[in-house]
C-alpha cells in the first residue's frame, strides 16, 4: 500500500505540545488539504478559527466564563486549557439549509475537514490534538468565538512541536469492526 496508509497506520495523537506552532506556509497548505474533505452538493460547510498568543489567554477566559463554578482554582485550571500548545485551531460546522444534503452530512464533511487538517499538520511533523469537553457547547464559549445561529465548534485542535511522546495506544482488531454483508 502507498506511503499515505503506513502515515494513517503510524499516526497518534500528541497531547504534549510546546512552541513553534506551524508557520503560516505549512498552515496555509494544511487549510487547503481540509478544503479536500469529502462534501455532498460542495456546500463547504465548515470554518476555522486560528489562535495563538494572546488569544490563547482570551479563549482561557472563555474557558473560564465557561464555568458555573467560581472556585478560583477551577477557573485557573479552565484558563490553563487553552495553553496546553502554542496553537489552538477551533473548528467550526457551518452547515446551511439544502434540499438533498441534510444537517447530519455537512457534520459529517465538516469533522472529515477537521480530521485533513490534523493529518496534513502531522504530515508537516507537528503533532495535533482534537478536543471538545463541555466548553465546546457552551454558549459563552460559542458567543464569544463568534458562531452564528446554526454554527457549531466541531472542536479544538491543540497543534505545536511534540515535546514528548505519548504512551502506545491499543488499536482496535479490524475482525472486531467490520463484516461481510449478508454472512
Ligand atoms: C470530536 C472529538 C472530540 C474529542 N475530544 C477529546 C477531549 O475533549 N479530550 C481528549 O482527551 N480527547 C478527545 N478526543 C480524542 C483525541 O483526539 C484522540 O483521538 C484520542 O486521544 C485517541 O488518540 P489517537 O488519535 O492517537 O488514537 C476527541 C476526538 C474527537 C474525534
Do not use: C
Not at 459563552?140 to 505545536?160: Q, R
Amino acid at each position: 500500500m502507498s506511503s499515505v496508509t503506513d502515515f494513517l497506520l503510524n499516526r497518534a495523537s500528541e497531547p504534549r505540545l510546546e512552541a513553534p506552532a506551524p508557520g503560516t506556509a505549512i498552515l496555509e497548505k494544511a487549510f487547503a488539504a481540509a478544503s479536500r474533505a469529502p462534501d455532498h452538493a460542495l456546500l463547504r460547510p465548515w470554518r476555522y478559527l486560528v489562535i495563538e498568543g494572546e488569544g490563547l489567554n482570551a479563549l482561557g477566559e472563555l474557558f473560564a466564563a465557561a464555568h458555573t463554578d467560581s472556585n478560583e482554582k477551577k477557573l485557573e485550571k479552565a484558563r490553563k486549557k487553552a495553553l496546553r500548545a502554542p496553537m489552538v485551531i477551533v473548528g467550526i460546522a457551518s452547515p446551511r439549509p439544502h434540499r438533498k444534503v441534510p444537517e447530519s452530512e455537512q457534520l459529517l464533511s465538516a469533522g472529515a475537514s477537521m480530521s485533513f487538517l490534523g493529518l496534513a499538520l502531522q504530515d508537516a511533523g507537528y503533532g495535533v490534538m482534537w478536543r471538545t469537553g463541555d466548553v465546546a457547547y457552551h454558549p459563552t464559549v460559542l458567543e464569544g468565538l463568534g458562531l452564528k445561529a446554526g454554527e457549531s465548534v466541531t472542536g479544538f485542535l491543540y497543534t505545536g512541536t511534540v515535546s514528548s511522546r505519548k504512551p502506545i495506544v491499543p488499536r482496535p482488531e479490524v475482525a472486531d469492526f467490520v463484516t461481510r454483508w449478508p454472512e
